[in-house]
């Protein structure tokens, strides 16, 4: 067997995975204990986001003529890629957290929403709050004049509750 044929699985199995990827950061993991990097795999895994190592070569292959294809001047060392299909920017920020931790992980760059950003504007997105952690903060700014209004409404209301045995009192 040819080794085209041997490296073409991992080739497609690269591909597929970043085929309906939202983002995809590269790190450099180089340094990590095997319990630091237990530790961020499954951090990363219960926000399912797919963190693995391929050879260098094999990711060059897999993301020439791609969004990603930009990935490809950061393909040199130790390299594995976290890739996530729902949130756009829970790589960034798993691993950018991790990272304050474990100083020996370090972020290189990677593509969010089709665009390519380097180390500093990696760490940029990682400080924006994920999807569902802005639609809580939406809902909440819709919520809170109507939870005011009610309890201005509640407070008349009690107030002229109050008012109104003390009148009956006194025209008795």
Known sequence: MA???????IVQEISDLLSDAKAAVLVDY????VEQDTRLRKQLREANVTYKVFKNTMMRFAVKDTPFE???ELLQGPTAVAVSSEDATAPAGILYKFAKEAPALEL???????TFY???TIEVIATIPGREELLGRLLGSFQAPIANFARVIKQIAEKDGEA???????EA
């Open 164 to 170: 109104a045995p003390a009148e009956a009192a006194a």
């Open 30 to 33: 180089a340094g990590l204990t």
């Open 108 to 114: 290189k760059g990677g593509v969010v929403d089709g």
């Open 70 to 72: 930009g990935l490809t």
């Open 3 to 9: 080794k085209v044929e041997l490296k073409q699985p």
């Open 118 to 120: 380097g180390k500093d």
